[in-house]
């Protein structure tokens, strides 16, 4: 287990966590703001303690439900609640390890670019940003076409994403608006103690361009809820 857990410094925390540990801490470090930390028992939230954009992802969730990057499976916990279809998706294999632990059914370490189920599913749950996956604006055809690739016809993906856009716009704000690339595109490294994986591209996309980019590759965009600081839900329905 060692060797799986040396760049997944999610993972070997939320098996500490598992096992007893609190207080614990994942350094996140990027291009565009300062450090920040996420509280590893955020990842272990139950329903009540969701933000109501994720609320409100899970009550669209119909038929049976991929949920990619599931993490340590507190979507899919709450969707076997409901007598829902769900199966988790992630590449860590330490969260894999705690999602089965604390009773996901079904539970699978692989990548969502590579992963060939033997059935198709209705409902891709995207949450925290999990369109991210697309890591830039020009692979963003990439993950709509993988994505296609595992819905059944008529099937939906749930997202949710942020537009970056206050962070250039805001009076406090100490961001200049990048020239050569799209504002949404940032890189991550995340590190626990010593584990750190390579840095990694992660996508936020404002509505109005993915609803035109879902458009161009096949889906109807819908928005089904907005936050109160440049966050929204919505689904992209697959039309073709």
């Given at each position: 287990?060692?060797?799986?857990?040396?760049?997944?410094?999610?993972?070997?925390?939320?098996?500490?966590?598992?096992?007893?540990?609190?207080?614990?801490?994942?350094?996140v470090?990027?291009?565009?703001?300062?450090?920040?930390?996420?509280?590893?028992?955020?990842?272990?939230?139950?329903?009540?303690?969701?933000?109501?954009?994720?609320?409100?992802?899970?009550?669209?969730?119909?038929?049976?439900?991929?949920?990619?990057?599931?993490?340590?499976?507190?979507?899919?916990?709450?969707?076997?609640?409901?007598?829902?279809?769900?199966?988790?998706?992630?590449?860590?294999?330490?969260?894999?390890?705690?999602?089965?632990?604390?009773?996901?059914?079904?539970?699978?370490?692989?990548?969502?670019?590579?992963?060939?189920?033997?059935?198709?599913?209705?409902?891709?749950?995207?949450?925290?940003?999990?369109?991210?996956?697309?890591?830039?604006?020009?692979?963003?055809?990439?993950?709509?076409?993988?994505?296609?690739?595992?819905?059944n016809?008529?099937?939906?993906?749930?997202?949710d994403?942020?537009?970056?856009?206050?962070?250039?716009?805001?009076?406090d704000?100490?961001?200049?608006?990048?020239?050569?690339?799209?504002?949404?595109?940032?890189?991550?490294?995340?590190?626990?103690?010593?584990?750190?994986?390579?840095?990694?591209?992660?996508?936020?996309?404002?509505?109005?361009?993915?609803?035109?980019?879902?458009?161009?590759?096949?889906?109807?965009?819908?928005?089904?809820?907005?936050?109160?600081?440049?966050?929204?839900?919505?689904?992209?329905?697959?039309?073709?």
């Amino acid at each position: 287990m060692g060797e799986e857990l040396k760049s997944d410094p999610l993972g070997r925390a939320a098996l500490e966590y598992l096992g007893g540990a609190r207080g614990l801490e994942i350094k996140v470090q990027s291009n565009i703001v300062e450090d920040d930390v996420i509280p590893v028992d955020y990842l272990f939230r139950s329903y009540n303690e969701m933000p109501v954009l994720e609320q409100k992802a899970l009550n669209h969730c119909t038929g049976r439900v991929l949920d990619v990057g599931g993490a340590v499976g507190s979507h899919a916990l709450e969707l076997q609640k409901k007598g829902i279809d769900v199966t988790l998706l992630d590449t860590s294999y330490g969260c894999c390890q705690v999602a089965r632990q604390r009773g996901v059914k079904n539970v699978i370490n692989e990548d969502f670019y590579t992963y060939e189920p033997t059935e198709k599913f209705d409902t891709l749950l995207l949450m925290m940003n999990g369109i991210g996956i697309a890591a830039a604006l020009e692979h963003l055809p990439v993950f709509l076409a993988s994505a296609k690739h595992l819905l059944n016809p008529g099937g939906r993906i749930i997202l949710d994403s942020s537009d970056l856009r206050y962070l250039y716009i805001d009076e406090d704000s100490y961001c200049e608006l990048p020239e050569e690339r799209y504002y949404g595109e940032v890189m991550y490294t995340m590190a626990y103690k010593k584990h750190k994986t390579q840095p990694f591209e992660w996508l936020f996309i404002d509505s109005a361009l993915l609803a035109v980019k879902a458009k161009e590759n096949g889906f109807l965009f819908k928005m089904l809820a907005e936050g109160e600081h440049y966050d929204y839900l919505t689904s992209l329905t697959l039309i073709k």
